[in-house]
């Protein structure tokens, strides 16, 4: 069974830095996707970053030079460091996976953690 559990949000101030953890487990394909999305109220869930198998990384235009996707060597814990944060940054975000290599949008992930809010004012 596949689990993903995020930790690490919380409420910082505009320019502040944070750094998101989830927890990766049950996933047994060799190739496989992983990735941030986030959503903030009333708005479409969106993605933000993904890595794949080969450590390959997407972000979408708002964050890059901003956010950095990693995961540790084991891929059991994928990472999302927040940097030079902005109030429009504000949004529950969602680590998510997928058993093949990253394609497609929030639609194609399979798995899903709980959320964890980030706050920016």
């Known amino acids: 069974q596949v689990q993903l559990v995020e930790s690490g949000g919380g409420s910082v101030q505009a320019g502040g830095s944070l750094r998101l953890s989830c927890a990766v487990s049950?996933?047994?394909?060799?190739?496989?996707?992983v990735g941030w999305f986030r959503q903030a109220p009333g708005k479409e869930r969106e993605e933000v970053a993904t890595i794949g198998y080969d450590g390959s990384t997407t972000y979408r235009d708002s964050v890059k030079g901003r956010f950095t996707i990693s995961k540790d060597n084991a891929d059991v814990t994928l990472y999302l460091q927040m940097n030079s944060l902005k109030p429009e940054d504000t949004a529950m975000y969602y680590c998510?996976?997928?058993?093949?290599?990253?394609?497609?949008?929030?639609?194609?992930?399979?798995?899903w953690g709980q959320g964890t809010q980030v706050t920016v004012s």
């Open positions: 049950g996933i047994t394909y060799r190739r496989y996707c």
């Open positions: 998510a996976a997928q058993p093949r290599a990253c394609a497609g949008g929030a639609s194609a992930f399979p798995y």
